[in-house]
């Protein structure tokens, strides 16, 4: 019973989230530190980033809240609520994050750290997997 | 940080140009992958594109882009140890399987199939994340010269199936989510205490069921579905050669209980098969064997009969609506000199299915009936191989 199958099905479906979710931050975060510019990020680039972390922080959020969250976001959920920050924190900065994303303003260093900290999540779940296909 | 990732930029511009070399060797040697190495080429394009963006985010001096490593990783590691050293090491067996699976796909209904490549080197595994159409096929080294344990490559071949079409796995988790949630609705009666812990057990059923799991379901039901009882008796035979405790819920485990599998994979054979002699004495060697184990009440909660016939029946109705080319295996099975007869035209779920058959019914003809067999498929696909 090989498991590599599996794996691979999984990490064809975390893989254009992570990248997606990984490459948007970089953008916003260039942004904020004022050399968006210099990497040829332009206005409609840098909008689609926002609109893709957004999206996908408001999902995020919402499944906090369900009964049955969706599926995708289940393992997630799970790192989430086994880390050390309480959830009712995670509530209240992702509420911050969803309005300060919605703003036209440039995204602050404290909004940049909360994205950070979800990116950390996905990137946890997603080498979880590349390491069980590969590694010393 | 910069260093590392200074460094790690020389690092991929390295690997990056040998992937594209050896890509452009191999098409020449084996023009037939074309449409695989396009596949490659045009991943391997996507990652050249982004080491170009790393070069920018360096000279930025943005010591934070660590992150986008494991996308790098991703790329290389599929490449380098699984894609380049199939088609570099692909020998005369390897493209004597890639012919027959080929066949095979496209007689389940797996149309959107362009090329596979074949690695016959330990264990049963399907690669479909560069695309659905171009997958990697491991299997063991035996399928040179034996059918024995083929039928779990119909299996695989249901890992490919729900790559390509994830919107089973949408349809599947709704179906595991109501049944889960009806179990809520029905514990609301229950005395607060009592009602607690009946929803936390639920609830971790319902963790249980992730999208890894559905699908391994899902890839048993659909092996069944098209290749009939040789993959319902090989499932039986892959349980009984584990010897494991077959009501277990092991969450380390990315399959679930093989008493569910089991009977997921009866329950999806065609109704035909319910007096054939096999099929009945594959299920009353399983029924001896789950008599030694005991049932426990976590088992009973997870892959309840309820659930896993509506998960059966669901996914029934996903392959016949979205697969409409694969066929619900339904030959009969011949008896005696008829079974041993193969024709040209028949496909590798018969000849595998009358294999069980010769197998469990004669074995002390199946040896030299596997022989024959093997050498006459080979002439069809006009490949001496000397194996």
Same mark, same amino acid.
């Given at each position: 019973?090989?498991?590599?199958?599996?794996?691979?099905?999984?990490?064809?479906?975390?893989?254009?989230?992570?990248?997606?979710?990984?490459?948007?931050?970089?953008?916003?975060?260039?942004?904020?530190?004022?050399?968006?510019?210099?990497?040829?990020?332009?206005?409609?680039?840098?909008?689609?980033?926002?609109?893709?972390?957004?999206?996908?922080?408001?999902?995020?959020?919402?499944?906090?809240?369900?009964?049955?969250?969706?599926?995708?976001?289940?393992?997630?959920?799970?790192?989430?609520?086994?880390?050390?920050?309480?959830?009712?924190?995670?509530?209240?900065?992702?509420?911050?994050?969803?309005?300060?994303?919605?703003?036209?303003?440039?995204?602050?260093?404290?909004?940049?750290?909360?994205?950070?900290?979800?990116?950390?999540?996905?990137?946890?779940?997603?080498?979880?997997?590349?390491?069980?296909?590969?590694?010393? | 940080?910069?260093?590392?990732?200074?460094?790690?930029?020389?690092?991929?511009?390295?690997?990056?140009?040998?992937?594209?070399?050896?890509?452009?060797?191999?098409?020449?040697?084996?023009?037939?992958?074309?449409?695989?190495?396009?596949?490659?080429?045009?991943?391997?394009?996507?990652?050249?594109?982004?080491?170009?963006?790393?070069?920018?985010?360096?000279?930025?001096?943005?010591?934070?882009?660590?992150?986008?490593?494991?996308?790098?990783?991703?790329?290389?590691?599929?490449?380098?140890?699984?894609?380049?050293?199939?088609?570099?090491?692909?020998?005369?067996?390897?493209?004597?399987?890639?012919?027959?699976?080929?066949?095979?796909?496209?007689?389940?209904?797996?149309?959107?199939?362009?090329?596979?490549?074949?690695?016959?080197?330990?264990?049963?595994?399907?690669?479909?994340?560069?695309?659905?159409?171009?997958?990697?096929?491991?299997?063991?080294?035996?399928?040179?010269?034996?059918?024995?344990?083929?039928?779990?490559?119909?299996?695989?071949?249901?890992?490919?199936?729900?790559?390509?079409?994830?919107?089973?796995?949408?349809?599947?988790?709704?179906?595991?989510?109501?049944?889960?949630?009806?179990?809520?609705?029905?514990?609301?009666?229950?005395?607060?205490?009592?009602?607690?812990?009946?929803?936390? $057990?639920? /609830?971790?059923?319902?963790? =249980?069921?992730?999208?890894? #799991?559905? @699908?391994?379901? &899902?890839?048993? !039901?659909?092996?069944?579905?098209?290749?009939?009882?040789?993959?319902?008796?090989?499932?039986?035979?892959?349980?009984?050669?584990?010897?494991?405790?077959?009501?277990?819920?092991?969450?380390?485990?990315?399959?679930?209980?093989?008493?569910?599998?089991?009977?997921?994979?009866?329950?999806?054979?065609?109704?035909?098969?319910?007096?054939?002699?096999?099929?009945?004495? $594959?299920? /009353?060697?399983?029924?001896? =064997?789950?008599?030694?184990? #005991?049932? @426990?009440?976590? &088992?009973?909660? !997870?892959?309840?009969?309820?659930?896993?016939?509506?998960?059966?029946?669901?996914?029934?109705?996903?392959?016949?609506?979205?697969?409409?080319?694969?066929?619900?295996?339904?030959?009969?099975?011949?008896?005696?000199?008829?079974?041993?007869?193969?024709?040209?035209?028949?496909?590798?779920?018969?000849?595998?299915?009358?294999?069980?058959?010769?197998?469990?019914?004669?074995?002390?003809?199946?040896?030299?009936?596997?022989?024959?067999?093997?050498?006459?498929?080979?002439?069809?696909?006009?490949?001496?191989?000397?194996?």
């Amino acid at each position: 019973m090989s498991t590599l199958s599996s794996i691979d099905g999984k990490l064809g479906r975390e893989e254009p989230q992570h990248r997606k979710f990984t490459l948007a931050l970089i953008a916003l975060r260039a942004q904020a530190r004022g050399y968006a510019t210099k990497l040829g990020l332009q206005e409609d680039k840098l909008e689609e980033s926002r609109k893709t972390l957004f999206d996908f922080v408001v999902r995020l959020r919402e499944a906090l809240d369900q009964e049955i969250p969706k599926i995708d976001l289940r393992p997630l959920l799970r790192r989430m609520k086994d880390g050390k920050k309480p959830m009712q924190d995670w509530r209240k900065d992702l509420d911050a994050l969803i309005a300060q994303l919605q703003l036209e303003e440039q995204v602050t260093d404290e909004t940049i750290s909360v994205l950070e900290d979800v990116q950390l999540l996905l990137a946890a779940e997603f080498t979880h997997d590349l390491r069980r296909l590969y590694y010393r | 940080m910069l260093e590392y990732i200074r460094a790690k930029v020389v690092d991929y511009a390295i690997i990056l140009s040998w992937i594209e070399q050896e890509l452009q060797d191999i098409e020449l040697r084996r023009p037939e992958h074309h449409s695989l190495i396009v596949r490659l080429q045009s991943e391997l394009a996507e990652t050249k594109d982004l080491h170009n963006y790393l070069i920018e985010l360096v000279k930025a001096d943005d010591g934070s882009v660590l992150s986008l490593i494991p996308v790098f990783e991703s790329f290389i590691v599929l490449a380098t140890s699984y894609y380049l050293p199939a088609l570099q090491k692909e020998g005369e067996a390897d493209r004597f399987l890639r012919q027959l699976l080929l066949a095979a796909m496209k007689q389940c209904g797996l149309n959107w199939i362009e090329d596979i490549v074949v690695q016959l080197d330990g264990q049963h595994a399907t690669f479909s994340r560069l695309s659905a159409e171009t997958p990697l096929i491991l299997a063991p080294p035996q399928h040179a010269v034996s059918f024995l344990d083929m039928p779990g490559l119909y299996h695989e071949f249901g890992h490919n199936v729900s790559r390509k079409l994830p919107r089973i796995v949408d349809i599947l988790t709704v179906a595991v989510s109501e049944h889960f949630a009806d179990l809520l609705r029905n514990a609301d009666s229950l005395i607060s205490k009592i009602r607690d812990e009946r929803n936390l $057990a639920i /609830n971790n059923a319902l963790e =249980y069921w992730n999208i890894e #799991r559905q @699908n391994e379901l &899902f890839c048993d !039901i659909f092996a069944t579905f098209v290749c009939g009882p040789a993959h319902y008796i090989s499932c039986i035979d892959m349980a009984l050669r584990s010897d494991r405790d077959s009501f277990h819920v092991d969450d380390e485990d990315v399959h679930p209980p093989f008493s569910a599998r089991v009977y997921a994979c009866y329950k999806s054979l065609n109704l035909i098969y319910s007096h054939e002699p096999i099929v009945v004495m $594959a299920q /009353n060697a399983w029924k001896g =064997y789950e008599d030694m184990q #005991r049932r @426990n009440g976590e &088992f009973d909660l !997870i892959c309840s009969e309820t659930l896993l016939d509506c998960l059966v029946g669901t996914a029934i109705r996903c392959i016949r609506e979205l697969l409409p080319g694969a066929k619900y295996y339904s030959t009969p099975l011949p008896c005696d000199e008829e079974l041993e007869h193969i024709p040209e035209e028949m496909s590798l779920a018969d000849i595998l299915n009358r294999g069980a058959k010769i197998l469990f019914t004669y074995p002390e003809r199946y040896a030299d009936w596997e022989k024959k067999t093997f050498k006459k498929i080979k002439s069809l696909y006009r490949l001496d191989l000397n194996i």
